[in-house]
């Protein structure tokens, strides 16, 4: 029942900024790790940046001071902050959680449908 929606992608410049955004709906309860993932054409799905329902941040080395994962509980939405872009992390970017897997929670996993990000050189 839990919906993710990304959104904020588009066409950049090298060294420019955009931030992404993950639109949380039906869930019940707090997640237990929010993450971006990043794809592009030819090459495995990477993850970029995860989250902790605690707080806890977690980069690939290839992003790391760089992009900010963050999350606004208030706007059940997760964020992705990335700077300084390269035409390396042209891809489509997706969010994922989970949820549950506690008590008589049922552990469940879900993926945002992607958005594109183009960096130009």
């Known amino acids: 029942q839990v919906q993710l929606v990304e959104s904020g992608g588009g066409l950049v410049q090298a060294g420019g900024s955009l931030r992404l955004s993950c639109a949380v709906s039906g869930s019940s309860s707090s997640f237990n790790a929010m993450r971006w993932y990043r794809q592009a054409p030819g090459k495995q799905r990477e993850l970029v940046a995860a989250?902790?329902?605690?707080?806890?941040?977690n980069y690939a080395d290839s992003v790391k001071g760089r992009f900010t994962i963050s999350a606004d509980n208030a706007k059940n939405t997760v964020y992705l902050q990335m700077n300084s872009l390269k035409p390396e992390d042209t891809a489509v970017y997706y969010c994922n959680g989970d949820w549950g897997g506690y008590g008589a929670r049922r552990w469940s996993n879900y993926w945002g449908q992607g958005t594109q990000v183009t960096v130009s050189s």
């Open positions: 989250i902790t329902s605690g707080g806890s941040t």
